[in-house]
């Protein structure tokens, strides 16, 4: 790893990260987290860019003894990924652990995430929630382009989960581009919401996630868990989902459902776009508001 800023070369990226106030690392190779404990980033004002830089991709993997997430990003520090260059890839070693004792990828405790294009989160098996990442402390993540993908949560939230056990917190999800697809869970196969918000705009899909089972086992796409949940859909797709129970798109349980732009598909539409579930393929309401461009909304297997 090179501190991008003085040149300077260290043995581990933990080391290059609890060595510089604030800046960017270069990784040189492709890296190992071996240790069972994740990379802090922690201190109000401290950001830290990770990248690839050119050439070819680089892969940050978990080692085999590595039990926990791979970073935590805290009390006002921030993460931005950076795959501009060359794809820089988050490798959790496997969703089809049969332990599923792994934590997330990323945590996120009152701290920042930032990905874009070129970076994938991809291949964890979380016995927590949030397979890819998960958000709690007033954590804000901001996703702009890149993937999510083939992850599983025993629990909420293959892909990203907002809020669980964090009642008092106002978790955000700023989702302006990229897919989340692939990724499997308990409920919220794509992402769970608990308590926290998910802006969802132009570019940004959700994708061929699964919610499994077992307790709820709703929501392929996306689950609302409690009055705390909102989902802001300005744009962007939700596609080709699957519910073993309700809610193939999304699943409300209660909160807010706020739809202005977007399309959330049905079972009327080609096979690959269709959204699935024993009730309510599109969308199953169980509580709380939902609204398309002002107009109420209930359960529906048709596209919206």
Known sequence: MIDSKTNEVYSTLAKAIKSIESGSITLLEDYNIIDDEPITISGSGKIITIS????????????????????????????VLDGSLAPLIIDGGGAESESLNYGPLINIYGGTLTMGEGVTLQNNASGEDGGGVFIRGNGIFNMTGGIIQDNNSEY?????????????????????????KNNTASHGGGIAITHGTVNMNDGAKITNNTSFGGGWGAGGGVMLETTDAVFNMSGGTIAGNISRKEGGGVYMESGTFNKTGGVVYGTDVDEDLKNTADLGDALYKGGGTAENNGNPLSTTDDTF
């Not at 830089?53 to 791979?70: F, H, V, Y």
């Not at 909420?156 to 989340?180: K, Q, R």
């Open 156 to 180: 909420g939230g293959g892909g990203v989960n907002l809020g669980a056990n964090d009642s008092s917190a106002n978790n955000t999800f700023n989702f302006w581009g990229g897919e989340i």
């Open 52 to 79: 690839s830089g050119q050439g070819a991709p680089k892969t940050i993997k978990r080692g085999d003894s590595n039990k926990n997430e791979l970073f935590y990003v805290k009390d006002g520090a921030s993460l």
